[in-house]
């Protein structure tokens, strides 16, 4: 049976992982500062911080590795900077030296579209600036050591789970559908025009399982929702609006931050001949707002 760590194994994305790969007979161990409460006889709950080296030289045996854990609030990062140093390249520089130093299948590192564009003197918040270091540590790994790694830069994730956001950019799309369910404020950028297409929880962890059974350890690859779920905030909103029947309380605007684009689609090109996204925006924010309107109930 393969045994597969995966970091920040409670966050959004990493619980989808999970279960995706114990649905696929995997043994899963999965790594985190607060443990897991999950209950599997193929799955092993580690309470580690990453940015400590000489705590995850204990670390069981492994054959890949997916590094999922990280900051990810680009608001937040502007207040706390130095904790997105830590937590997004001090942890993936230690979990890639272990990585050397052991050896395995395959390591497969969540990106971000933050980091864009690539050249000099571009603000891209503390949070997108750590996200860039990151990825280019991670490729001289690979180069250098001729270790076997894809990098996927998804977009933004939206999609059932079991805790509201805390931050709008952790999930935007989440966040609109948690606050017209709350009766809550939300803001807009701009005029809310910017184009998207984000992804679906489910088919972003679709695409890891893929590429472990595949062995495909040398993508370098944008990943987005396609040509079904490109959006704007504001089609979002009519979405949201049009399934719950309920109006928004109020939508402020805001300008835009300097770190935010017009407009940013992934071509998905590197990964197609293996994967590609099922479902649609419609779809997705409908399944989202079943699942948030359950979780209330509960």
Known sequence: MKRVLVTGCNGFLGREVVLHLLSQNFFVIGLSRNGSNLSHPNFESLQVDLTYRDKIDNISSFDVVIHLAGAVSAAESLSAPLDFVQNNIVATANLLDL??????????????GKIYPIKDRVCRTPYGATKLCADLLVQEFQSSYELPISILRFTSFYGPYNRPPIYPD??????????????????LYGEGLQQRDPIYISDAANLIIKIINTSQYSLLSNVG????????????????????GRDFINVRKNPLRPDMKDSFFASNASVQSIWSPLVNIEEGIGSTLKHMKKEFEN
């Open 99 to 112: 990585f050397r130093l052991r050896g395995g299948d395959g390591f497969i590192f969540i990106s971000s």
């Open 170 to 187: 952790q999930s935007w799309i989440n966040w609109f559908c948690y606050s017209n369910l709350k009766g809550r404020e939300i803001t």
């Open 225 to 244: 929702g396609g040509l079904i779920s490109r959006t704007s905030p504001v089609e979002v909103l009519k979405i949201i609006q049009k399934i719950t």
